[in-house]
């Protein structure tokens, strides 16, 4: 049985000229007929050739991986219990999911505070990133969780300037995502960070955020769960991609190159790819690099790792350590971005459960060796109130959140598209039956005029969507927490999930669902 699906995807806009007929291990039709006008995505690749490498169209989607990997959360099941409360009065009347309390603390020293235990990863150049940042940036600060401004944000924005070193010294659209966030910042919660990575390293973008953006939050990228190359985005105007070279990013094809241009010209070809570099991790730099940043201001420091090999994991939780960086956020592969190589998204490096088994197993070594280990964060695909509980218990007690980027994006889109069709009246017919305002139709609506009074009609569409998502999520997630008898997130542990498979069970320790509480059971059975 074959865990990929290969050559057709809705990422990559092809299919297979016999629909199921296909040869599962290379994706290809069972019979491959002459005359096919190339469906497919080896038939693409013949005219478009390493345009089809990427989901598209580029801007407009996010993409995840279609692998279906041997083990992933759906493998371990929650467990509840009859009796008992942890957090809470051992009473019916106390111990009540509202009464379930998901504010956290964070960071070396405890001090950064979430209402909800989540991040929104990285989110950069991409232009899904910054049409979508109005309402990812406001709903983010309104549901206190922290937002990140992903690589390159400087490198790319038309408007950044550079002194004589080539270092910015402006740039108004990472004010723009700065500022945004908080200007609607409640009472202290959350918190905006700043990600670097090669080419905003020698911009001096941190630094840049620290001193002149107030920024108090940094982070490092090594890499990401959906590719291990650097970031790409794609260019459609060729003064912006001579610009973005001149700049020092790998640009193709080159746009200096007159041959290059005038095919541009022609329209052969309508979009430039950018791409950024890969790093060069070691120990010594990383920590050189979390010494600069706390000399130049920074407040809390955090690393986000990707899907590396397990000994690239092993270095980003033993460097932090030694660094004493305030989080880790591990990203698994089948996590989803706007444009990564389509099958490197679904091909390379180590699925979710695995990673966040494999770090669970690293901070358990070093903190029994009395090491310090930072706080950890799991992403990789993570959408509901179910996958988040299985998150946070399976990396206890060491991952206190979890980040996520796809789905808050996709929640801000249809936010952003509902409050347009209703302004327009074309309220679509699956959403008529709520009502014909914002008011009706975004249930959370009616609490935000109430908190924010006049200024809630500054808040977008798509931020009251992201703050409605997360609604959900804080509901969902209190109901399984209250089934678990858990009513503060330091209580959720290893113990409340159970595997469903003996191999789900190998990786992660967690016991086998036939052997759960064996002892114990035959003790009652047992009492007179
Ligand atoms: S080119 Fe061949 S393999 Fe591809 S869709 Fe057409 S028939 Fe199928």
């Given at each position: 049985m074959t865990y990929s699906k290969i050559n057709s995807s809705a990422a990559t806009g092809t299919k297979n000229?016999?629909?199921?007929?296909?040869s599962p291990f290379s994706g290809m039709c069972a019979i491959c007929i002459?005359?096919?006008?190339?469906?497919c995505e080896i038939g693409k690749s013949s005219y478009r050739g390493s345009e089809a490498i990427y989901p598209q169209p580029f801007g407009k989607v996010t993409a995840a991986s279609q692998k279906d990997y041997?083990?992933?959360?759906?493998?371990f099941n929650i467990m509840g219990s009859a009796s008992g409360a942890k957090g809470?009065?051992?009473?019916s009347d106390k111990a009540i999911?509202?009464?379930v309390n998901l504010e956290t603390c964070i960071g070396k020293n405890k001090s950064?505070?979430?209402?909800?235990?989540?991040i929104i990863a990285g989110l950069g150049s991409t232009d899904i990133a910054r049409n979508n940042w109005e309402g990812l940036a406001i709903g983010s600060a309104i549901s206190g969780v922290i937002l990140t401004i992903g690589e390159n944000v400087c490198g790319i924005d038309p408007r950044s300037e550079f002194d004589n070193k080539g270092?910015?010294?402006?740039s108004p659209e990472l004010e723009r995502r700065v500022n945004l966030y908080k200007e609607w910042q409640?009472?202290?919660?959350g918190g905006i960070v700043v990600q670097a990575n090669v080419e905003d390293t020698r911009f001096g973008v941190l630094e840049y955020a620290i001193?002149?953006?107030?920024?108090e939050i940094v982070e490092l990228k090594w890499?990401?769960?959906?590719?291990?190359i650097g970031g790409e985005i794609k260019i459609n105007n060729l003064e912006r991609a001579i610009e973005i070279k001149k700049r020092g990013y790998i640009v193709?094809?080159?746009?200096?190159?007159p041959d290059v241009q005038r095919a541009f010209h022609h329209g052969d070809f309508k979009e430039f790819e950018r791409h950024s570099r890969i790093g060069m991790v070691n120990r010594e730099d990383f920590l050189k690099s979390v010494e600069h940043l706390r000399k130049v201001g920074a407040k809390y420091i955090f690393l986000k790792t990707g899907a590396y090999r397990p000994s690239d994991l092993a270095k980003a939780i033993k460097y932090s350590s030694e660094a004493g960086i305030d989080l880790i956020t591990i990203d698994g592969a089948g996590g989803g971005t706007g444009m990564s190589p389509w099958r490197m998204m679904n091909e390379w490096g180590i699925p979710t459960v695995y990673l966040q088994c494999l770090a669970y197993n690293y901070a358990k070594f070093l903190d029994e060796k009395g090491k310090y280990v930072p706080d950890m964060a799991i992403a990789g695909g993570f959408t509901l109130e179910d996958l988040i509980f299985k998150g946070l218990a399976l990396g206890a007690?060491?991952?206190k959140a979890v980040a996520m980027a796809r789905s808050p994006i996709t929640a801000c889109m249809v936010g952003k598209t509902l409050s347009e069709k209703i302004k327009n009246n074309d309220i679509p017919q699956a959403v008529k039956k709520y009502g014909s305002d914002i008011e009706s139709i975004f249930v959370e609506a009616t609490d935000l005029m109430k908190e924010?009074?006049?200024?809630?009609?500054?808040?977008p569409g798509s931020a009251i969507g992201l703050f409605s998502y997360f609604k959900r999520l804080e509901q969902g997630l209190k109901q399984l927490m209250c089934g678990a008898r858990?009513?503060?997130?330091?209580?959720?542990?290893?113990?409340?999930l159970v595997a469903l498979t003996k191999e789900a069970s190998e990786i992660s320790g967690i016991p086998y669902v036939m052997e759960l509480d064996r002892e114990e059971a035959k003790a009652i059975l047992e009492e007179n």
């Open positions: 000229l016999y629909g199921d007929e296909i002459e005359g096919c006008n190339g469906l041997p083990i992933d959360y759906s493998h809470v009065e051992e009473d999911f509202t009464n950064l505070r979430l209402k909800l235990p989540f270092k910015v010294v402006k409640q009472d202290g919660y001193e002149k953006l107030g920024v890499g990401q769960g959906a590719k291990d193709l094809p080159d746009p200096l190159d007690p060491y991952f924010f009074k006049e200024k809630f009609n500054n808040i858990k009513f503060a997130l330091n209580y959720i542990e290893r113990s409340d």
